[in-house]
Nanobody, 123 residues
Framework: QVQLVESGGGSVQAGGSLRLSCAVA????????IGWFRQAPGKEREFVAV???????NYAASVKGRFTISVDNVKNMVYLQMNSLKSEDTAVYYC?????????????????WGQGTQVTVSS
């Protein structure tokens, strides 16, 4: 299983920005697709954004226009730039990897997960 390590979480006021990073230990077929998910206390894990190492990008409706997912093919890094943050964005954010070519939005389709990074947005 590919190893994924998130970083970049923290506390920010509403309207602020954060950039999360996901370090992918080895860019194998098992990490062809990288997704970002989040889980708030008492809620189910939900899809945020997904990409491949090319140009495919999908976003949840709740973050479209505010969040941007990007990749660095040289460093094997996936980023989630989060702008115009809202209190409802508060959650633990996870990056996850799966094999294949389809940018899946269902967390159950991902095999490898990072440990998560906390994002707290205060209003």
């Amino acid at each position: 299983q590919v190893q994924l390590v998130e970083s970049g979480g923290g506390s920010v006021q509403a309207g602020g920005s954060l950039r999360l990073s996901c370090a992918v230990a080895e860019r194998t077929f098992s990490a062809s697709i990288i997704g970002w998910f989040r889980q708030a206390p008492g809620k189910e894990r939900e899809f945020v954004a997904v990409c491949n190492w090319g140009s495919a990008r999908n976003y949840a409706a709740s973050v479209k226009g505010r969040f941007t997912i990007s990749v660095d093919n040289v460093k094997n890094m996936v980023y989630l730039q989060m702008n115009s943050l809202k209190s409802e964005d508060t959650a633990v954010y996870y990056c996850a990897g799966r094999a294949g070519v389809r940018p899946a939005e269902n967390a159950n389709e991902y095999d490898a997960w990072g440990q998560g990074t906390q994002v707290t947005v205060s209003s």
